[in-house]
């Protein structure tokens, strides 16, 4: 079974800087997608960006860009220019390729909780 | 712009009883989903449903557990006889086409307490 491990419970940073949230992922597959969801309070989980493990270039969305070490097993996002806006558990997730076994849903990271400075 | 809503937003409820959990996905999405998050762990796949029927499951979809899309727009959950430890936030979710190419749009979940 796939696993996925964020190991920041909480991070803080200054509005406008950058900062890197961290998620390491154990699985035996070679095809698969990485997912960042931001669940801003009392909101909804929504999509900030995914990566398809094929694809060697690291997604970029806006201010938000993936740091993604298939390797490794590591799947880091950077937020530049941080705002007020950013503040949410952020969540790493993962998913199959492929079907069955409950591939269908996605295997998330417990999250990390971002702080905005002001 | 489309969102998936879930009602109510707090459930609460005595050991034993039968809850419904409901969500309505957005319009044109084919595929749903449940998710559940025990206060300080992960949120966790329960089960997916296409078709009227359910597409997979997890091992903690266990046969307390039921879904079903009664009408046109709403997709439920019900947790037949509920125990203290189904006391979580439920996220259901829906996308348009099948997994692994679609991304799933999450609702604002319900927090269930059984008491």
């Known amino acids: 079974a796939q696993t996925v491990t964020q190991s920041q419970p909480e991070m803080s940073v200054q509005e406008a800087e950058t900062v890197t949230l961290s998620c390491t992922y154990d699985t035996s597959e070679s095809d698969y997608y990485l997912f960042w969801y931001k669940q801003p309070p009392s909101r909804q989980m929504i999509l900030v960006i995914r990566?398809?493990?094929?694809?060697?270039q690291n997604a970029t969305e806006n201010r938000f860009s993936v740091n993604f070490q298939k390797a490794a097993k590591s799947f880091s996002l950077k937020i530049s220019d941080s705002q007020l806006g950013d503040a949410a558990m952020y969540f790493c997730a993962y998913r199959s390729e492929y079907s069955g076994g409950g591939a269908d849903g996605l295997t998330f990271g417990k999250g990390t909780h971002l702080i905005i400075q002001p | 712009e489309p969102e998936v809503t879930q009602t109510p937003s707090h459930q609460v409820t005595q050991m034993g009883q039968e809850v419904i959990l409901r969500c309505v996905p957005i319009s044109n999405h084919l595929y749903f989903y449940w998710y559940r998050q025990i206060l300080g762990q992960k949120v966790e796949f329960l089960v997916s449903f296409y078709n009227n029927e359910i597409s997979e499951k997890s091992e903690i979809f266990d046969d307390q557990f039921s879904v079903e899309r009664p009408d046109g727009s709403n997709f439920t959950l019900k947790i037949r006889s509920t125990k203290l430890e189904d006391s979580a936030m439920y996220f259901c979710?829906?996308?348009?086409?099948?997994?692994?190419?679609?991304?799933?749009?999450f609702g604002p979940g319900t927090r269930l307490t059984v008491l």
């Open positions: 990566q398809e493990a094929y694809k060697q």
């Open positions: 979710a829906s996308s348009v086409r099948r997994p692994p190419t679609d991304t799933q749009y």
